[in-house]
Structures are given as C-alpha cells and as structure tokens.
C-alpha cells in the first residue's frame, strides 16, 4: 500500500465516516495538534531522565491516540468502533501528579521554563497540550466532542507541569523563578 493517495492534494481530507472536510478546519486542527502533542510526549518518553515513567507515557500517547481518532470522526457518519477515554485515565494522572508533588519543594511562586534541556521538552509538550485544549473546546461549541476529552487534556497539562518539575528534580537542574520588574 502506497502512503500517498493524491485524495488531498486540492485541501480536503475525510474524518472516519467519509465525510470530506478542508485540511484547514478547526477538527483537523485538533487532531494534528494532539498529534504533535504526541510527538512532544514521545521525545519526553525517550529523554533518560524519564526510564522509570515511559510505561506511563506510552500509555499517555496512546489515550492521546484515542483522542485522535474520536476528533477525526463525523459523530454523524461513522459506523466504525472508535476507542474511547475513560475516567480512570483522568484518575490515573492525578494519581502520578500528587505522587510527583509529594517530592518536591512547595511551589508558590511561577517558574520559568528551562534549566535543562529535557526539562525544556516538558514545558513544550505542556504549551501544545494546553493548545490542544483550547482548539478542542472550540470545535465543542459548533460539534459534538465527549466532554472527558477536554478534562484529559486539562488534566494532562497539570501532568506535564509537575513532570517538568520532577523531571528538574531528578536531573538537580534549577528551577529558575519569575521576578517581575516592578519599575
């Protein structure tokens, strides 16, 4: 089977169901932003810092991989079976978040991203989650979109700012605090 089916080369492309939509329309728009977030989330997977987490993190690019397809599906058309999101995913990231903080130093303050270069890869991927989210909430004002799905990916943005912040830890990488200029 060819990669290339020449079906897209006029700027259309079909969600799941068959239903042809311009490639610049805010669903499409969602699932390739959650298809970079994934990207983001494999890069942090195979940063060394991040061994002990990569099961997790796989784990997160597939629940992203199901996010995907349910974006890429007319809710009106397709017939397929599409995976979907379940609270206990959502449960699942709160459970590694308040594990992670239990470690580290109280934060009351923001924090710069950076320190490390890994530590930078965690900041991105949570910059992209928080796109992600707010293309999907979006789309949710003019279509149907499972409300959990805003709720993960809320949710996998809170992940990845404690993730930096562990990941910071464990490299003793200085978590750079913002100071405003006040003059």
Known sequence: MKIYTKTGDKGLTSLIGGTRVPK????IDCYGTVDELNSYIGLLRDQDVNAPR?????????????????????????????????????TL????????????PELRVFILPGGHQSVSFAHVARCVCRRAERLVIALQEDAFVA?????????????????????????????????????
């Open 54 to 90: 990569r099961d997790l993190l796989k784990e997160i690019q597939d629940r992203l991989f199901t996010m995907g397809a349910a974006l890429a599906s007319d809710p009106e058309k397709s017939k397929m079976k599409i995976p979907d999101l379940h609270a206990e995913d959502v």
């Open 147 to 183: 409300e959990l799905l805003v709720v993960y990916l809320n949710r996998l943005s809170d992940y990845l700012f404690v993730l930096s912040r562990q990941m910071a830890h464990d490299l003793g990488a200085e978590e750079v605090t913002w100071k405003p200029r006040l003059t």
């Open 93 to 104: 990231l709160e459970q590694e978040m308040d594990r992670m903080n239990e470690a580290l």
């Open 24 to 27: 610049s329309s805010l669903r």
